[in-house]
């Protein structure tokens, strides 16, 4: 058993990112005060765009104050390793009692993905699939949803030709531009980096890629070069695209409503796995949450007692639940939740972190990979070839 021994008289205040659904918030507080009424520790959460709790991560790194607990996006843990709390040991403990972490968790949780050193405990993962009207989609002439890249390419012509168009965010969305970024130059074989960390993104299969994106763009609803991860749920909510790259919220938000054609359209709504590219295998990127203990914290115990009760699994699967699987969990255990069966449109979430791609891929976490994530590189260069604002090799040159 762990036994953390957390800090006489400790508070703790934790930063998260805000809420899609409305389920988790409450959740994640009804979990926050049951762990208070348990050990008596205060604990205060505030929460953020996940926009704006990445550079206060960084901040709070630098300067050495602020929250005990900060639960961000992507590799944040990997652009200050120094300055976080080790938590191998409650890593460990969860790992040995839920049936072992999944590769995409180890590579986001431990030092250089390496799996020794734990520098953040990941809370799971915002699964990302394609959000569809299936109505639309079979008045297009599809009566299934397509597989693969080319088949994709096919349907989205067709919604556009029928008035029912998709979109993609193409703006410096942290999610869901870059999920379906790196989905998209990974379905055709391209990569940022090679496994020496060599830098290889300006390269044939990129350019391929790069041409999909074209074609692809020219059947999007007008404005997705500037849309941010809110964008798409508002124009799918709305009725203005048919189609989309997106976690489970919208779905959520169609389905919770008590606007009578919102329930209409939540009945409508249907999810796939994002489509295979020439690849030949799943290429998915999914926005991974680590949760982080930073050095200065003068609780450092009560932080990783607080990070483990909430993962443990009497908070973990009834906060997954209250959120409709909009997290999708970091260890093996907890894919037997009842929410990815209760309703089959959840099920394609289940397996997005075991199926998942890190984005340092193909080499190594690290500041570097961070970095580039935090500089929206895979973004920029697909919007410039996709919107003709560059040619695919011009823009492959810039994001070398």
Known sequence: ALNLKPEKGAKLRVLRWKRFVQGDEDMWAANTKKFTEKTGIEVRVDSEGWEDVRP???????????????????????????????VTDVANYLGAKYGGWYPASIAYGTAHGKGKQWIALPMGCAGNCIAYRESHVKAAGF?????????????????????????????????????????????????MVDEKNNVVINSPETIKALEYAKELYQTF?????????????????????????????????????????????????????????????????????????????????????????????????????AAIGYVTQPLKAYESNPIWTVDPKHTPYRDAMKIMIPNGYAGTMGYASAACMADF???NMVAEAASGSKTPKEAAERAE
Do not use: C
């Open 377 to 379: 590189i895979v973004v």
């Open 221 to 321: 609803v007008p404005g997705t070069l500037s849309w941010l991860d809110p964008n798409n749920n508002k124009a799918f909510i709305d009725g203005q695209i048919s189609l989309t790259a997106n976690g489970i919220s919208v779905y959520y938000a169609a389905k919770t409503s008590n606007d009578p054609n919102l329930k209409e359209m939540a009945a409508d709504i249907q999810h796939a796995n994002m489509p295979i590219g020439p690849v030949g295998r799943p290429t998915e990127l999914n926005l991974v949450f680590p949760m982080m203990v930073f050095k200065y914290s003068k609780y450092p115990n009560a932080a990783k007692e607080y990070l483990r009760f909430m993962m443990e699994k009497e908070q973990y699967e009834p906060w997954q639940q």
């Open 56 to 86: 206060k991560a960084a901040v709070a790194a630098n300067i050495g104050s602020g929250p005990d607990i900060i639960i961000s996006t992507f590799e944040d843990a990997h652009q200050y390793p120094d300055k976080l709390v080790d």
């Open 143 to 191: 009566s299934t949803f397509p597989k693969d890249t080319a088949g994709f390419l096919k349907l989205m012509q067709a919604l556009k030709a029928k008035g029912t168009p998709g979109g993609f965010a193409l703006g410096n969305a942290t999610g869901d531009g870059n999920v379906w970024t790196h989905w998209l130059l990974w379905a055709f074989g391209g990569k």
